[in-house]
């Protein structure tokens, strides 16, 4: 999933560059139109290639705002509807978008105590886990464990054995901040040397 990100990242960064570059040697190579005072060019107001429809600059900002969501539901936050001080001009909003997206995957995919969950995660079984016992994924978690720290993700996804890892250690953050500490796991958590 990450390598198909960072694909559509890519492409959409070249596009992006290519547009901006033919809108850059059209506009060199064209001689400079007189001065108009009764009508208004819209796409250079906005900064944007004229050959978009505001529908396809949406979609290339909404790309970008889809993922920061993305990463903000799995850490449990709230989603971020709109940037302050975002920029008026649409290369703007594309990178300050972009900017945001990319802080939100770095954020989500380092959480705070991910070297301990990971030891808790050796000794518990494995991401995908469902032996049955009524404990589900790497940190072994029950069904009331589940509803308390991430409810929608149990109505969306089903248990933690099919959630990503980073999912199943974000829940578990979640508790741990709540007041639980790694007490939910208390032998491997000794054996991890963390109570």
């Not at 990242?9 to 506009?27: G, I, K, V, W």
């Not at 300050?96 to 997206?101: D, E, L, N, V, Y």
């Amino acid at each position: 999933m990450h390598h198909k990100l960072t694909l559509a990242l890519a492409c959409a960064c070249a596009l992006l560059l290519a547009l901006f570059c033919a809108t850059a040697l059209r506009a060199e190579t064209t001689p400079e139109p007189e001065p108009s005072t009764t009508t208004t060019d819209t796409a250079a107001e906005t900064n944007a290639p004229p050959s978009l429809s505001q529908w396809e600059r949406q979609k290339m900002i909404d790309r970008y705002r889809h993922e920061t969501w993305r990463w903000q539901r799995v850490m449990g936050r709230t989603v971020t509807r709109k940037l302050p001080n975002a920029p008026e001009v649409f290369a703007g909003k594309v990178e300050a978008w972009r900017k945001t997206a990319a802080k939100m995957r770095r954020h989500a995919n380092n959480p705070p105590h991910k070297q301990q969950w990971l030891c808790i995660h050796r000794y518990e079984g494995a991401w995908t886990s469902n032996t049955g016992n009524g404990y589900y994924g790497g940190l072994q978690m029950d069904l009331s464990f589940q509803r308390a720290y991430a409810s929608a993700l149990l109505q969306r996804k089903g248990t933690a054995d099919r959630w990503t890892p980073l999912e199943q250690m974000w829940t578990a953050e979640r508790a741990h901040r709540s007041g639980r500490g790694f007490y939910p796991w208390p032998n491997t958590a000794r054996y991890c040397g963390l109570i």
